[in-house]
Every structure is written in C-alpha cells, then in structure tokens.
C-alpha cells in the first residue's frame, strides 16, 4: 500500500497569493489515479483535481494539478478567503489512501 | 443534482452493532461502485470500504475487516454499513462517496456525514 506524504502541514498566507501544495507517494503511482479533495471546516470534503490535472466541475481556474510518478503538487493562484480549508491528495495502489492533509490558512 | 444522504449514526457502547444508510438520488445508482469513508475527530480521511456496482464486488481497510459489512440495495438506492463489534477507534464522521466511472480510482461527489461515536 502506497504512502502519501504531504507538505508543508500548514499554510498561511495572505489574499491574492499563490499557495504551491506537495503530495509525495511513497512508490511511483499512475497520475491517472492522483486526485486532490477539499475539506472546509464542518464541511464534507469535495473533489477538486482528478487525473492530477483535470479540474472536477464547478472548481474555479485559479486551482490547477500538476505531476508524476512520485511528485504530485496543487496550485492554487490568486488566493481568497473563501480558500482556507484543508487539501487532501488521494491515490489508489491496491487500496485507496489519503495524504495527512494540508491546512491552508488565508491570513 | 447528485445528493448522498447519510444516516444511522449515534452513540454506542463497545462491542455493539449499528447500521449507517446512504440514500443517493440525482443518478443512476446501479451504475456506480460507492464507498464508505470515515474521519476521527480532527484527524484525516480514511477509506473504509468499497462496493461493486452491481455488489459482486466488496473490499475492505484492514481495520475493519471482519466486522464490517457494505451492501447495496439498487432497488432503494442506498448504500448500507454494518458495523459490528465496535471500538473506541471506531468514533468518526462516516461519509458516503461515489467512484467516478473512469476507472480511475477517486471520489466524485461525497456525503455531508453521520457521526459515529463509541463510548461506554
């Protein structure tokens, strides 16, 4: 089963910023199988990026997914407030898994 | 639009059973493989269990293996979790969540959640 490592734990930035998100599987996984989620506070989490790259419906431009075999990363340009949440990167290598998450804070 | 309602949670004691409901509406049920995923209290998500479309199919996470249960009923569109002999560790937010039908392997659209807390 894969393992995935995700940096930095928390972000805090300011409006209008980029926020650059990392998600390191332990093993080279298909971008295929690479999917990025979102989780507001006392919210369920919603698809934002599967296939790596590909923006789930509704997800604004300002989000984009990039990367391969081991390295995958979210970036989420022009920062709004509405942004704070935590991203969880997800795979699936025998079973599924979830990164431990990373807190994006908007200052 | 696609709605995935949750039910069943409460509290129980250690050791005892409870069965969580997912009833879908907004798309053809019989069409997609569902899950069941849970969160403990301010930790991550952790994937629980996978059903087949037509429920041929059934996998497991290892910590629940055996003592958890997914079934489907295609006729009532709702997805079920029986959960038996229940830990401490078992306290979470239990969410259900469609597999997109690429084959590639991730959640589309997820539930609000029902909450599931083991204590004596």
């Known amino acids: 089963e894969i393992v995935l490592t995700q940096s930095p734990g928390t972000l805090s930035l300011s409006p209008g910023e980029r926020a650059t998100l990392s998600c390191r599987a332990s093993?080279?996984?298909?971008?295929?199988?690479l999917a990025w989620h979102q989780q507001k506070p006392g919210q369920a989490p919603r698809l934002l990026i599967y296939g790596a790259s590909s923006r789930a419906s509704g997800i604004p431009d300002r989000f984009s997914g990039s990367g391969s075999a081991r390295d995958y990363t979210l970036t989420i340009s022009r920062l709004e407030p509405e942004d704070s949440a935590v991203y969880y990167c997800q795979s699936w290598r025998t079973s599924y898994t979830f990164g431990q998450g990373t807190k994006l804070e908007i200052k | 639009q696609v709605q995935l309602v949750e039910s069943g949670g409460g509290v129980v004691q250690p050791g005892r059973s409870l069965r969580l409901s997912c009833a879908a509406s907004?798309?053809?049920?019989?069409?997609?493989?569902m899950h069941w995923v849970r969160q403990a209290p301010g930790k991550g998500l952790e994937w629980v269990a996978i059903i087949s479309y037509d429920e041929n199919k059934k996998y497991y996470a290892d910590s629940v293996k055996g003592r958890f249960t997914i079934a489907r009923d295609n006729s009532k569109n709702t997805l079920y979790l029986q959960m038996n002999s229940l830990r401490t560790e078992d306290t979470a937010m239990y969410y259900c969540?469609?597999?997109?039908?690429?084959?590639?392997?991730?959640?589309?659209?997820w539930g609000q959640g029902t909450r599931v807390t083991v204590s004596s």
């Open positions: 969540a469609r597999e997109d039908r690429r084959g590639w392997f991730f959640f589309d659209f």
């Open positions: 093993e080279s996984v298909s971008s295929s199988y």
């Open positions: 907004g798309f053809t049920f019989s069409n997609y493989a």
